[in-house]
């Protein structure tokens, strides 16, 4: 975004999507489904295959794209949730 020189409120406001969410998907929190990965390669005039961080030039994927590499899946949050609960049983 920033290449761009688009915020996340300049992007929410181009796309409709909230602020909250932009910063969500940026941040890795959470991972954008194909309407909003669509709406947001529209605002920002590249692909979508780029937002998901494919080298344009190679047409490989890029390991190091930003919100890509920093998601969580839901298997990751599920198995942190299990080890919390088992946590605190032991100690009760």
Do not use: C, H
Not at 24 to 44: I, Q, S, V
Not at 55 to 62: A, H, I, L, Q, R
Request: overall charge positive; charged content about 25%; proline content about 2%.
């Amino acid at each position: 975004m920033e290449a761009k020189g688009i915020d996340g409120a300049a992007l929410a406001l181009r796309t409709g999507l909230t602020p909250t969410a932009i910063s969500y998907y940026k941040n890795g929190k959470r991972m954008p489904g194909a309407t909003e990965l669509f709406t947001m390669a529209k605002a920002l005039e590249v692909t979508m295959n780029y937002l998901m961080g494919e080298d344009v030039e190679s047409g490989k994927f890029n390991a190091a794209a930003e919100w890509r590499s920093k998601a969580i899946s839901a298997q990751q949050k599920l198995d942190a949730l299990k080890s919390a609960v088992q946590e605190l049983m032991k100690r009760y």
